[in-house]
């Protein structure tokens, strides 16, 4: 029997329609660079729940740019095996800096897994669910503005 040949990039379709997907990032050389790309927190405006960390750009020319994988509004939920799920945004973005200064520098590399809502074309008649998704992206994004930093 073979066995299926594991790739750095793996992705799985979860309930939701979301793909979760693994990335391992090559960081540029001088390390202090990151990986290149500036970070939201979404809340929820009924609750002010926290609604994790997403992709908000990516900067020309770093690290995410180079390696073309990350896309904008792409959630993180976890750095180098350690999960941002269940945690505050504070708390995630600080997991993600201590991540990034640590093992990022040691390694040259950074393994992100993220979950990504595929584009869909547009239906005729788009079904409940499909309205509900689309009404993720109308949250508020008046955020505190030392919570988009650039990594």
Not at 57 to 84: C, F, M, P, T
Not at 93 to 108: A, D, H, I, W, Y
Not at 111 to 120: A, E, G, W, Y
């Amino acid at each position: 029997s073979t066995e299926p040949i594991q790739t750095e990039e793996s992705q799985i379709v979860l309930e939701n329609g979301k793909e979760q997907l693994m990335f391992e990032i090559p960081l540029n050389d001088s390390g202090s660079a990151g990986l290149g790309v500036s970070l939201k927190g979404n809340k929820s405006r009924e609750t002010r729940e926290d609604l994790g960390i997403f992709i908000k750009s990516i900067i020309h020319g770093g690290a995410a740019y180079k390696d073309g994988r990350l896309r904008i509004n792409d959630q993180l939920v976890a750095v180098n095996g350690e999960s941002l799920l269940g945690r505050s945004n504070h708390a995630a973005m600080e997991t993600l800096r201590r991540s990034m200064s640590q093992e990022g520098n040691v390694r040259g590399t950074i393994q992100l897994v993220v979950l990504r809502t595929p584009q869909v074309r547009p239906t005729l008649s788009p079904s409940v669910s499909d309205a509900a998704d689309s009404d993720l992206g109308t949250f508020s994004q008046t955020f505190l503005s030392k919570i988009e930093k650039l990594y």
